[in-house]
């Protein structure tokens, strides 16, 4: 995650945007203004909660509203492929399954754009952002990974005590469906205990949809 906190931190702090017009086609489909699009980027490619971060950044630069950058928390901080292909892949057993996943990931982010409302405000109004020096950026990408870290620690410590004491006594495929609702990789990471594959399949979108309790706090 965190050459992607730096990447996202230097890209909101250098630019207003991008004129890639695959980014521009993109902002389009999910109704943010063309030159807003470079924020789909950390959202779909960096992983949770690197889009949020992203999003938080541009609204502290003044870039985009505070309605604008609540709507798009919606559907800019998403599961990564890194995640999906280097863990996830290895849990089922065709490939085909882990672009599934990451498809109906996307389809559901787009889904969630559609549905919510565009601000009432006036468009965004362009601004000049201040360019930090590189050390800067990389600081305050440490303290991103620094909370990230701490609320995986916790939440690790939290459902090894659990795993202990209560979760012995639970059906496998809920023991690793709370697992990952309460912190997603754990859960993911157990996801081979569940022997019928499609139920796996169903669990595992479930949970990268969901993200669980502790991403939601990291975001």
Same mark, same amino acid.
């Given at each position: 995650l965190f050459p992607f906190f730096f990447l996202s931190t230097l890209l909101t702090s250098t630019q207003n945007g991008m004129n890639s017009r695959i980014l521009q086609a993109a902002g389009k489909l999910f109704h943010i203004p063309g030159e807003l699009s470079f924020l789909l980027l950390p959202g779909f490619l960096g992983g949770y909660p690197a889009g949020a971060q992203?999003?938080?950044?541009? +609204?502290?630069?003044?870039?985009? !509203? $505070?309605?604008s950058a609540e709507r798009m928390l919606a559907f800019c901080n998403n599961a990564g492929p890194s995640f999906l292909f280097g863990i996830l892949a290895s849990k089922f057993p065709d490939k085909w399954m882990a672009w599934a996943l990451w498809g109906l990931h996307i389809i559901g982010a787009l889904i969630a754009a559609q549905l919510m409302?565009?601000?009432?405000?006036?468009?965004? %109004? @362009? &601004?000049? =952002?201040? @360019?930090k020096p590189i050390?800067? =950026?990389?600081?305050?990408? %440490? $303290?991103?990974?620094? !909370? =990230? !870290?701490? +609320?995986?620690?916790?939440?690790?410590? /939290?459902i090894a005590f659990l795993d202990h004491w209560i979760f012995w006594i639970l059906p496998v495929s809920v023991r690793v469906l =709370? !697992?990952? /609702? /309460?912190?997603?990789?754990?859960? &993911?990471? /157990?996801?081979?205990?569940?022997m019928d594959i499609r139920l796996r399949f169903v669990v595992c979108t479930l949970l990268l949809s969901l993200g669980g309790l502790c991403v939601l706090l990291q975001s």
């Amino acid at each position: 995650l965190f050459p992607f906190f730096f990447l996202s931190t230097l890209l909101t702090s250098t630019q207003n945007g991008m004129n890639s017009r695959i980014l521009q086609a993109a902002g389009k489909l999910f109704h943010i203004p063309g030159e807003l699009s470079f924020l789909l980027l950390p959202g779909f490619l960096g992983g949770y909660p690197a889009g949020a971060q992203t999003v938080t950044a541009a +609204w502290e630069q003044g870039t985009i !509203s $505070k309605d604008s950058a609540e709507r798009m928390l919606a559907f800019c901080n998403n599961a990564g492929p890194s995640f999906l292909f280097g863990i996830l892949a290895s849990k089922f057993p065709d490939k085909w399954m882990a672009w599934a996943l990451w498809g109906l990931h996307i389809i559901g982010a787009l889904i969630a754009a559609q549905l919510m409302a565009m601000p009432s405000a006036s468009p965004e %109004m @362009e &601004c000049t =952002v201040t @360019e930090k020096p590189i050390p800067e =950026v990389l600081f305050a990408s %440490m $303290k991103v990974m620094a !909370s =990230v !870290s701490g +609320w995986l620690l916790l939440f690790r410590v /939290l459902i090894a005590f659990l795993d202990h004491w209560i979760f012995w006594i639970l059906p496998v495929s809920v023991r690793v469906l =709370v !697992s990952g /609702l /309460l912190e997603l990789a754990n859960g &993911c990471f /157990l996801l081979e205990q569940i022997m019928d594959i499609r139920l796996r399949f169903v669990v595992c979108t479930l949970l990268l949809s969901l993200g669980g309790l502790c991403v939601l706090l990291q975001s």
